[in-house]
Nanobody
Framework: EVQLMESGGGLVQAGGSLRLSCTAS????????IGWFRQAPGKEREAVSC????????????YYADSVKGRFTASRDNAKNTVYLQIDNLRPEDTAVYYC????????????????????WGQGTQVTVSS
């Protein structure tokens, strides 16, 4: 069982930035693809990014939803066992609970937009953007 933990959310003015973190205390995240999802009140959970597993560097190949491309950047720091989601130029419509998620070992970002592709989910971190 992989226990994921998100952090870094908060209340930010439009145009500001946040860096969200996804960590696991007992599992090496380098061997997992990590997806990022968000869910706003009254809306379905939507995929925003996926970063592939990478054992050789601090960063892996990443994929982004069209709505966030150019503003969101996923990266890895294997020494810290952390996956980051850098969010720049925040907009009010970015307000949501943000979740990180992992498939089983050997999983990939092939089906990264499908919630059913992921076995493990964190509890989420709230991002609120004021206009």
């Amino acid at each position: 069982e992989v226990q994921l933990m998100e952090s870094g959310g908060g209340l930010v003015q439009a145009g500001g930035s946040l860096r969200l973190s996804c960590t696991a205390s007992e599992d090496p995240l380098r061997v997992y693809a990590i997806g990022w999802f968000r869910q706003a009140p009254g809306k379905e959970r939507e995929a925003v990014s996926c970063i592939s597993a990478n054992d050789g560097s601090n960063n892996g190949s990443a994929y982004y939803a069209d709505s966030v491309k150019g503003r969101f950047t996923a990266s890895r720091d294997n020494a810290k066992n952390t996956v980051y989601l850098q969010i720049d130029n925040l907009r009010p419509e970015d307000t949501a609970v943000y979740y990180c998620a992992a498939p089983g070992i050997g999983g990939s970002c092939l089906l990264w937009t499908r919630r059913g592709a992921y076995n493990y989910w964190g509890q989420g971190t709230q991002v609120t953007v004021s206009s």
